[in-house]
């Protein structure tokens, strides 16, 4: 399978940087950015710092804002203990992951009928280099109150195919099984992998979660993606495939 299918060269471990070929104005179309699986690795430990300098020019290609907290450890990388980051991975940062009571909200001032339910909201932003996939996954009820996570994703730079395990009547969803075979995602034909559909957005179009607790992941197109993800509180999370976490290789 061409995992890295529309990428070209390679981005040496020791610079860190991505390439960019062409004009950077910022009115025109961002240009092919340049990786290998080898950059994100030093003698089998994956490199964070590496991650994180592919995903500053990924936003530089986008004239995506790099706020201040951006530059801290609340932007988290991930490669989900595969050791294959420029395959399965992604960059994240959680500007609010709220949950509380309603009457403890803010002043506790609340007294109304609401007042000793528990709520919960998220926003998200989601980084994701061409070609680069998020694992299969899905989002289940716990013991805190809190039901299954309701999701959905706002294209903002790029574009991105979304799989899922169920597909609504009168949506525009595929097959997985119609994708050419270099097309399908990392995954597709292992006894554990459950989706079934995909579906491809763009840039200002939106897709959300078909149905609570069901399997699902997205995959960037070949420029890269960005995306604001709108939730409820973010809690359980259950991968399809067998030893996935929210780790990285070699790093305890």
């Known amino acids: 399978m061409k995992i890295l299918r529309g990428l070209k060269g390679l981005l040496g471990f020791a610079g860190v940087a991505l390439v960019l070929s062409g004009c950077s104005c910022k009115h025109e179309a961002p240009q092919k950015m340049e990786i290998s699986k080898e950059a994100f690795y030093k003698d089998g430990v994956f490199q964070p710092e590496a991650s994180k300098a592919a995903y500053f020019s990924l936003m530089k290609k986008f004239n995506y804002p790099v706020s201040a907290t951006l530059k801290t450890d609340n932007f988290w990388v991930c490669d989900f203990l595969q050791a294959d980051h ?37 926003g998200h932003e989601i980084y994701c280099l061409p070609n680069q996939a998020l694992p299969e996954h899905r989002h289940t009820g716990g013991s805190e109150g809190h039901g299954p996570k309701m999701e959905a994703w706002h294209i903002r730079y790029g574009d991105a195919c979304f799989f899922s395990e169920l597909a609504p009547e009168g949506g525009d969803e595929t097959l997985i099984s119609d994708m ?40 960037a197109g070949s420029e890269g993606v960005i995306i604001t993800e709108y939730a409820t509180f973010h809690n359980h999370v259950e991968f399809s ?12």
């Open 86 to 122: 420029a395959a399965l991975g992604m960059g994240g940062v959680f500007w609010m992951n709220e949950s509380n009571v309603y009457g403890q909200a803010g002043c506790k001032k609340y007294k109304g009928d609401f007042k000793d339910e528990k709520y919960g909201y998220l």
């Open 180 to 219: 050419p075979e270099d097309e399908r995602p990392w995954g597709y034909g292992e006894s554990w992998f459950k989706c079934k559909y995909v579906v491809k957005r763009k840039a200002g179009e939106i897709y959300k979660l078909v149905d609570p607790e069901s399997y699902h992941f997205l995959r």
């Open 241 to 252: 495939k067998p030893g996935l976490k929210f780790a990285n290789t070699g790093i305890k």
